[in-house]
């Protein structure tokens, strides 16, 4: 089992910057991949981006390329989203995601935080 709690959500004008970290614990971090997803009201969860067990790998949605870093650090067991030039579209509830591979498709991750709150304003 893989617990996952996000911190870092909220309110931020466009144009601004967040930055969101996950936290995970029970396995070792360097064997879990993490990804993030996000779901706006009255949308399905979409993915953002995801990261290799490694570090070495990662993939954005093009909605985020160029805006959105995905982090990690395996000595402090964490996953960071660093959000900038952030948009009011961007506003959804924000979940990492822990799994064996780090890509898109979220059914290949079989553990969930419970989401974060990012609201963008205009």
């Known amino acids: 089992q893989v617990q996952l709690v996000e911190s870092g959500g909220g309110l931020v004008q466009a144009g601004g910057s967040l930055r969101l970290s996950c936290a995970a614990s029970?396995?070792?971090?360097?064997?879990?991949?993490m990804g993030w997803f996000r779901q706006a009201p009255g949308k399905e969860r979409e993915f953002v981006a995801s990261?290799?067990?490694?570090?070495?790998?990662?993939y954005y949605a093009d909605s985020v390329k160029g805006r959105f870093t995905i982090f990690r650090d395996n000595a402090k067991n964490t996953g960071d989203l660093q959000m900038n030039s952030l948009k009011p579209e961007d506003t959804a509830v924000y979940y990492c995601?822990?799994?064996?591979?780090?890509?898109?498709?979220?059914?290949?991750?079989?553990?969930w935080g419970q989401g974060t709150q990012v609201t963008v304003s205009s």
């Open positions: 995601a822990a799994g064996r591979y780090g890509v898109p498709q979220e059914g290949e991750y079989p553990y």
């Open positions: 990261i290799s067990r490694s570090g070495g790998s990662t």
């Open positions: 029970g396995r070792t971090f360097s064997s879990i991949a």
